[in-house]
């Protein structure tokens, strides 16, 4: 079945300690999403890429990191000097260019700091 | 600034008891609305794209349309397997791609 893999589906860390939520997907997209989303919020914007070994910067960015080595593959690395990383993490990938590109997600990533 | 405003926050209705939800956008070159279905510790689902005023989609009991500054989710005649918050997000002209969302309005729908 084709789709996106996010692991693991919850995680807890301990303040200080660094993490990396995996997202894989297998839809053959070229442009991949990580977007944060907390109660009563919107999901907002953490990273992006477009193509493999090139990402961008998204509204809420400071904190994390991001890798795109691979078209399947974008980690993300949540540092100690993230704040508040305690969220509902979402992985979108979707085909680029300049239509119209539908958005699909995966399950998610329950992060809990202890 | 691209902004994305749902209401209400919260929708209670009774199963069969029809309703609409609102999207109501500000965004410089809309190039698609975009609504989603969002189960409770799962990743949204998407439902349906709107890219122009005057478009409609339907898909069972929903049904998408789309103004200059607005979109309307309607319900019709809705089940209890139809309670999940819906999401709205726009795509503005420029973007690489990249959606703005609303912070949803959270259904509920009673037997």
């Known amino acids: 079945d084709g789709g996106i893999t996010q692991s693991p589906k919850y995680l807890f860390r301990k303040e200080g300690q660094n993490v990396t939520l995996s997202c894989e997907q297998n839809l053959n997209h070229d442009a991949m999403y990580w977007y944060r989303q907390d109660p009563g919020q919107g999901l907002r914007l953490i990273y992006y890429s477009q193509i493999v070994n090139d990402f961008q910067k998204g509204d809420i960015a400071e904190g994390y990191s991001v890798s795109r080595e691979k078209k399947e593959s974008f980690p993300l690395t949540g540092t100690s000097a993230q704040k508040n990383p305690t969220a509902f993490y979402l992985c979108?990938?979707?085909?680029?260019?300049?239509?119209?590109?539908?958005?699909?997600f995966g399950a998610g990533t329950r992060l809990s700091v202890l | 600034e691209d902004q994305v405003t749902q209401s209400p926050e919260a929708l209670r209705l009774q199963e069969g008891e029809s309703s609409s939800l609102n999207c109501s956008y500000t965004v410089s070159g809309l190039r698609g609305l975009f609504w989603y279905r969002q189960d409770p510790g799962k990743g949204p689902e998407f439902l349906f794209t709107?890219?122009?005023a005057g478009e409609e989609k339907e898909k069972e009991r929903l049904k998408a349309t789309l103004t200059k500054k607005e979109s309307f989710l309607h319900i019709t005649a809705p089940k209890p397997e139809d309670s999940a918050t819906y999401l709205c997000?726009?795509?503005?002209?420029?973007?690489?791609?990249?959606?703005?969302f609303g912070k949803g309005t959270k259904l509920s729908v009673k037997p």
């Open positions: 997000a726009v795509q503005a002209g420029g973007s690489q791609g990249n959606l703005i």
């Open positions: 709107l890219y122009s």
């Open positions: 979108a990938s979707s085909n680029s260019g300049t239509g119209v590109n539908i958005q699909y």
